[in-house]
């Protein structure tokens, strides 16, 4: 058997344990698998690389329909995330591959940073110690600074869309902090709003905080928009940790400037890494924090989420070995 690991620079692997992995694809009759570990894999080294390949693993390389059909020893893709938007998955259905995708792996981390985002703009303690570096602090005539609005969470209103096992997480730690929780109802085309969910154009109204959750969907993409920003208060944050391509990030720009909303704090854009004239990344948007994709990068959740590949590996060569089929 033969496995190939198409971008192992996206997870990191420096500090962590791949022992996992590589058993993951032993046989029944305990023959040793072969492994082909590539840091990086470019567009155009794709084909030859999973020529012969009997298991793909790919966090971000996509995996095409014609990449697919030039594979004829694949039989299973594993995802190291938890999306699954860069393989065709019809080309893959249609000649009976298995794609695995990894979930439930990201949420201590994830849920950590979420909330780390949300105390930066509660406390603005980055904008804070700025000041203390730039000698403001050292000039005051007084024993403190305070001159930048601090929000006190105890008490306010955090509401969720997307109320998986992430949100659930983000939802507990917000808690503690003596927050209340409201929950957005389902965005699902034609689902019913479940008792104790508030439809979404409701909820922004209400919330202090707005956290972002969800997959992204043809019906998610720009779910926060011009409009909807303009519906939330103007002392209200909006944190997102999901997917970039969830908010209008032109109208994002656009509200800050004009203080529609009091703050964002973003650990996702649309596209990533961003070009150096991304709409967000302009130095006179006010009250905006950004972090590089880096809510996962726990080596913990790294951990997790490598053991979930070879888990699904794993459960694969059972199957196979059984004739019961994919996992």
Known sequence: MLGVFLDTATMGPEDLDFSGLREALTGPDNSLPEWRFHDQTAPAQVAARIAEADVVVTNKVVLDAGLVAGAPRLKLICVSATGTNNVDLDAAAARGIPVCNVRDYAGASLAQHTLALMLGLATRWHDYQADVRAGVWSQSPTFCLMHRPVMELAGKTLGIVGYGTLGRAVATLAQAFGMQVKVAASLRPGASVEPGRVPLDVLLAEVDVLSLHCPLTDDTRHLIGAAQLAAMKPEAFLINTARGALIDEAALASALRQGEIAGAALDVLGQEPPPADHVLLAPDI??????????????ECRQRLLEG???NIRDWVRGAATGRGNP
Do not use: K, Q
Not at 291 to 296: E, I, K, R, Y
């Open 286 to 299: 006010p009250n905006l924090i950004i972090t590089p994709h880096n809510a996962w990068i726990s080596r």
């Open 309 to 311: 590949v070879a888990d």
